[in-house]
């Protein structure tokens, strides 16, 4: 599992919680998390392409 999807479902499940106990704070941690997460997998995808263009050069 990579590093964004462990922060998607941290993120998932702080929003959850949030949402639950009426604890906006905890929601919005949960956001971020989540968005982070995306932001980790976007790089990860990206660095991916890269190498992989040196590679066939």
Same mark, same amino acid.
């Given at each position: 599992?990579?590093?964004?999807?462990?922060?998607?479902?941290?993120?998932?499940?702080?929003?959850?919680?949030?949402?639950?106990?009426?604890?906006?704070?905890?929601?919005?941690?949960? +956001? %971020?998390?989540? *968005?982070?997460?995306? &932001? !980790? $997998? +976007? %790089?990860?995808? *990206?660095?991916?392409? &890269? !190498? $992989?263009?040196?590679?066939?050069?």
């Amino acid at each position: 599992m990579s590093d964004g999807t462990k922060d998607d479902l941290k993120g998932r499940t702080k929003e959850a919680a949030g949402d639950l106990t009426n604890d906006k704070s905890l929601k919005n941690e949960g +956001k %971020v998390d989540k *968005a982070t997460g995306s &932001v !980790k $997998d +976007k %790089v990860g995808g *990206a660095a991916d392409k &890269v !190498k $992989d263009t040196l590679k066939r050069s």
